[in-house]
């Protein structure tokens, strides 16, 4: 299985290429990676240094892929965050060009928008460029609660408002949709829900909620959904498969206190999870 994975990078730490790379090659796939960012670490950390690349960046490196000769072997295509539209317009290039060397290559798409208490952190026009442009060119799409809302224009109080979301957002394209983090009035006060909705039928899963705050996880967590979707075609088995990777590296890294996931000590939960969850169909 080979992946283009069209995302940001840093040199220290683990978001965007540098969180998604990594489980997806422990997973026994190939990746080519595509930086649209080249920062020594995430902005979170308040200061880093590094330098944005622009869409023709991002188109040249395609094009030199295509050259090669490989876009009918590549599997799938893989988005992240978006710095510009600039960039997601080469993105969407990127994924036609694909499609048309494979028409059953999958583009799952991570909307990156924002997040419940934080709201909008991306720059201003990326939000519609989402809804209104990558969000329909996608099979699969990985928003969080809040990107989900705004999305499908529903606020997600209950089971029933979310499921209604996420068939709202599928009228516009992508036929799988992973919510990544769900908390309705149904949601224990101590749990953290995960729902995917494919053809009509939803699936939840619950985890324990655990009290860290780290960068990075959704960008492994839409990687490994991505391949366990390809893999089986089963949005419910993705979702058991890539929930339990997702749990183990985020409990390691709780345990240890660390400030970046633990991707590569972790990495056994990649292919051999220590705990999994019963996925529900709801």
Known sequence: MNVLSIQSHVAYGHVGNASAVFPMQRLGVEVWAVHTVQFSNHTGYGAWRGRVFDGPAIEELVEGIAERGVLPT?????????????????????????RAANPAALYCCDPVIGDVGRGVFVRPGIPEFMRDHAVPAADII?????????????????????????????????????????????????????LAGEAGRFWRLRTPRLSLGVNGAGDATAALFLVHYARTRSAGEALGASAASIFGLLRRTEEAGAREILTVAAQEEFVAPSRTFPVEAV
């Open 142 to 194: 990985t928003p969080n609660q809040f990107e989900l809302d705004y999305l499908s224009g529903i606020e997600t109080r209950t089971l029933a408002d979310a499921k209604a979301a996420v068939a709202a957002v599928q009228a516009s394209g992508p036929k799988v949709v992973l919510v990544t983090s769900l908390h309705t009035e149904e949601t224990p006060g101590d749990s953290i829900d995960m």
């Open 74 to 98: 590549c599997d799938g295509v893989l988005s992240g965050y978006m710095g510009s539209a600039d960039i997601g317009t080469a993105i969407l290039r990127a994924v036609e060009r694909v």
